[in-house]
């Protein structure tokens, strides 16, 4: 990380998936739910590529969901079209949590996403790097007992309050999950990888500290310490707790390479709370991809402006919505090379 590129690399959250037609189509001929598609690892690593066919990124993001951890766990999920997440059960007590497979292992469990990486690396042929990655034990957590990233009432919150030691213990199990996964992602193939702590700054900057940021910190350097361990090269590590702009520098600390914002935090501002060894990732605005044309390449120019080309990756501030029109996408892509291209001609 943090050497200089001719132009700023580019990839997008949600960069495989429903917002391209190849997708439905894909899925109608197949006849697949969601979950079908990610654990097949055939189907998985094709859609994985479709984006890479249209658009000009610099980076693959393997086709799953970061609800894998929990399905291990014994939750049974599936999404359906028009209805969203569907749990067979949700965590109500502390002592459902017993309910659990708290013995899975998850290198067998999982096996169908470290499959798809290991064929999605050999079909990529070395064109641009392929991500892993997994949710943070607070966004699991969160989903297990709430079952969604936005309810009326978050039980899981009061669970933090109420039930702080059983909050603990369950996130203690999940840390140790995300971090086999993580190693198994990696021993596969995968060559950089994010976790995406989604729901963490509905936590705000106390909770936050407690119940998620020690578990972040564990992910990062208890990955690193088990590929020592196994004499397997480190890769680059992404944290994105969206929402947690008050966390920033304290996460810049916590042993990933980089940094992923979202669209509410200024650049400046990330840029000096990170400093010069961090690399930031981000942060466009989604629905900027709704903009005409010519007001999303200004974005795109403002947003390269303010970051800087160096110690920088390219992103939106979250994934890509489901109705964006895909030459929006190759304009935001083409966007950041041009630009990207010319700010660094002038150095």
Request: with cysteine.
């Amino acid at each position: 990380m943090g050497k200089k590129t001719e132009r700023t690399p580019v990839w997008l959250m949600r960069q495989a998936g429903r917002y391209l037609p190849e997708y439905g189509q894909f899925k109608a001929d197949n006849n697949a739910s969601f979950f079908d598609m990610v654990k097949n690892p055939e189907w998985a690593c094709e859609i994985t590529l479709q984006p890479l066919r249209r658009f000009d990124l610099d980076a693959a993001i393997i086709f799953s969901d970061i609800l894998t951890i929990p399905q291990a766990l014994g939750i049974g999920i599936e999404i359906e079209d028009g209805k969203g997440m569907k749990f067979d059960f949700l965590l109500d007590k502390p002592s459902d949590i017993d309910k659990l497979n708290i013995g899975v292992d998850v290198s067998q469990e999982l096996h169908y996403v470290y499959d798809a990486i290991t064929l999605t690396r050999q079909r990529l042929e070395g064109k641009c790097p392929l991500f892993g990655f997994s949710g943070s034990p607070w966004t699991l957590m969160k989903f297990m007992i709430d079952g969604g990233s936005t309810v009326p009432l978050p039980k899981a919150r009061r669970w933090l309050q109420e039930h702080p030691d059983d909050s603990r213990r369950l996130l203690d199990i999940l840390t140790e999950k995300v971090i086999d996964y993580l190693v198994c992602q990696i021993k596969a193939g995968a060559q950089i990888v994010q976790v995406f702590d989604s729901c963490g700054g509905e936590l705000g900057p106390n909770q936050f500290n407690k119940f998620s940021l020690p578990y972040l910190k564990q992910i990062s350097y208890s990955v690193k310490e088990k590929l020592r361990e196994q004499k397997i090269d480190l890769v680059p590590m992404v944290v994105f707790a969206k929402d947690a702009h008050f966390a920033i520098e304290e996460l810049s600390n916590a042993g990933y390479e980089v940094v992923s914002i979202d669209w509410t935090v200024r650049p400046t501002h990330a840029r000096r709370l990170v400093g010069t060894n961090v690399t930031l990732q981000g942060n466009l605005d989604p629905t900027m991809l709704y903009a005409p044309e010519s007001e999303l390449k200004h974005a795109v120019k403002e947003m390269l402006e303010k970051f800087g080309t160096n110690r920088y990756i390219a992103n939106l501030g979250h994934g890509v919505n489901k109705d964006v029109d895909p030459e929006r996408v190759k304009t935001f892509v083409n966007a950041v090379h041009m630009y990207s291209e010319d700010i660094n001609a002038l150095k």
